[in-house]
């Protein structure tokens, strides 16, 4: 039935949401943990969200398929922020301690752009189910 | 009254008359009503009782992605609400069966 296909967009996007939140809060559990500075050890995580696998994939998936959003996560390769901290046991010969270049004002407005996103793929979905159940008082008598 | 202006539109397909749509499988030759009503019957059971699977997995701790589970717990109340709309009509139909005058 078609508004299956429906459940299944919305919880494709649901799930990209989840992922961006996921990644978001791993980058901030990580933004305070120190490396020391030859080796850094975590890399700030960016997710990469594509809406198709290009034209081959198309054309390989067909005219009645729906490109339904693909993600990954990716290292962001920003550079380690460097703490001028000589007392630490992970500080290097000049006394720097390196911790992942996360930019929590960054991670705080995915996170929110990624709450207001799901709640629009849940709000698709609820209207789909909304269609689905008011079909099927067609004809009802009461 | 004039209906030149509008002339045009019938070259288009959105107006095309619409064509009635092909019975696949065909219901003289193809299964029983009953038949049907049992496949349909046992779909929705089935489906049923993959939600339940699904309940209990959540239930012990197991990670299960919360949005598809109620996806497919929505999925299976719209299975039984039109199991139950099926079987008011079959139910309606018999009854008024029942009331014919011979």
């Known amino acids: 039935m078609d508004y299956l296909q429906t459940f299944a967009i919305s919880a494709a996007g649901m799930a990209v949401e989840r992922t961006r939140v996921e990644t978001a809060a791993l980058n901030l559990a990580q933004a305070h943990t120190a490396q020391s500075a030859d080796q850094p050890a975590f890399q700030p995580l960016r997710v990469v969200a594509t809406g198709a696998e290009g034209f081959g994939g198309l054309v390989r998936a067909g005219l009645e398929s729906v490109p339904l959003p693909s993600v990954t996560v990716e290292p962001s390769g920003v550079p380690a922020r460097l703490v001028h901290d000589p007392g630490h046991p992970l500080a290097d010969g000049r006394g720097f301690v390196a911790y992942p270049g996360v930019d929590p004002a960054r991670e705080m407005v995915t996170l929110l752009g990624a709450t207001r996103a799901y709640e629009a793929n849940v709000a698709a979905m609820n209207t789909a189910r909304t269609l689905a159940l008011k079909t099927l008082e067609i004809g009802r008598s009461t | ?102």
């Not at chain 2, 107006?15 to 049992?38: H, K, Y």
């Open chain 2, 1 to 102: 009254m004039s209906t030149d202006a509008i002339q045009g539109l019938a070259q288009h397909d959105e107006v095309a008359p619409p064509i009635a749509p092909r019975m696949d499988p065909d219901p003289l030759t193809g299964p029983s009503f009953a038949q049907r009503m049992s496949d349909g019957l046992r779909e929705v059971n089935q489906q049923l009782l993959t939600t339940q699977v699904d309940l209990q997995k959540l239930a012990v701790g197991e990670p299960v992605p919360l949005h598809e589970l109620m996806i497919r717990l929505e999925e299976s109340r719209i299975s039984l609400q039109l199991m139950l709309q099926v079987r008011n009509r079959v139910l309606e139909a018999y009854q008024d069966m029942l009331r014919m005058q011979v």
